[in-house]
């Protein structure tokens, strides 16, 4: 069975530090990996998908990067904004089954 | 678009009751998705649905029913509401392994 963990559970950092959220996943047999935001009492928005065949995904400040043999995927945030506090999860896709970890809860202090 | 809806946004039941959670997406999306999610077990899928008229077993399918006649529309019942059936409720659709998209939440408490 698939699991999920994800490291730190929580992260506080000053505002303009760039940080790393990790993720880690027991089987490699995956066909993608997503990252999601959600914000306190709000829905999921999905900011990177990366599919298995590929090594890392960028948008705008992000860059996710995808290991599946060593059942690892990064989340990479530059130059960090107030407004990037939420709780990021990943979610580990194998056909329509996706798997999620329990999420990092991220402050960005000004 | 108006993306995935999902109505209602709150609900309180009372046990034994039944009803139905609603999920409509616009965006033609094969697949669909139920998680609930719950504070310390993060998210977890219910049931799922690959088009219109196929639906299956997710991992935490007890106590939940649903259909796909169309493929904008994917209803989620609770047959006979439970108080371990509190917790918030996401629908989510999307192509063929590509990116999902979640409606805003149902928060259902049962008493």
């Known amino acids: 069975k698939q699991e999920v963990t994800q490291i730190p559970a929580a992260l506080s950092v000053p505002e303009g530090e760039n940080l790393v959220l990790n993720c880690s996943f027991t089987?490699?047999?995956?066909?993608?990996l997503q990252w999601f935001r959600q914000d306190p009492g709000k829905g999921l928005t999905s900011l990177l998908l990366?599919?298995?065949?590929?090594r890392e995904q960028t948008s705008g400040r992000l860059n996710a990067s995808l290991d599946k043999s060593s059942g690892r995927s990064t989340l990479y945030i530059a130059a960090s904004q107030p407004g990037d506090s939420a709780t990021y999860l990943c979610?580990?896709?194998?056909?329509?089954?996706?798997?999620f970890g329990p999420g990092t809860r991220l402050s960005v202090l000004p | 678009n108006a993306g995935v809806t999902q109505t209602p946004k709150f609900q309180v039941l009372k046990t034994g009751q039944s009803m139905t959670l609603q999920c409509a997406q616009d965006?033609?999306?094969?697949?669909m998705s139920w998680y609930r999610q719950d504070p310390g077990m993060g998210l977890r899928l219910i049931h799922y649905?690959?088009?219109?008229?196929?639906?299956d077993q997710g991992e935490v399918p007890n106590g939940y029913n649903v259909s796909r006649s169309t493929t904008e529309d994917f209803p989620l019942r609770l047959l006979s509401a439970a108080p371990s059936q509190t917790s918030v409720y996401f629908c989510?659709?999307?192509?063929?392994?590509?990116?999902?998209?979640f409606g805003p939440g149902t928060r259902l408490t049962v008493t």
């Open positions: 989510a659709s999307s192509y063929a392994s590509g990116l999902q998209y």
């Open positions: 089987d490699s047999a995956i066909y993608n």
């Open positions: 990366i599919q298995s065949s590929q």
């Open positions: 979610a580990v896709g194998a056909g329509q089954n996706f798997v």
């Open positions: 965006m033609n999306h094969e697949y």
């Open positions: 649905s690959v088009g219109a008229g196929i639906t």
